[in-house]
């Protein structure tokens, strides 16, 4: 297994998904620059925020580690979009 010292594919999904790096840290709830420091291996995602992350660029979080040329060809089932667990959210049906 190779050592990574920066998440390979965090750069170019966000660039495949269209967007900054401003809109990312927005929609993740963390500076600009946090999303910089993240694509060139200055600091690291929490735990807590992996989740997150993949789910915004429609990835596993293992290919957030790999080019995405390393993982050309298999099959994977992400889930799209925040998985963020809300507790302040109202239920649904609830008004």
Known sequence: MTKRTKLEGLQPRRKRAGMTQAEMAEALGVERATVGMWETGTSWPSARVLP????????????????????EGRIATPVCGLVRNDKTAPEEGSA
């Open 52 to 71: 997150d992350l993949a789910g915004l660029l429609c990835c596993s979080i293992d290919e957030l580690y790999e080019a995405p040329e390393e993982t």
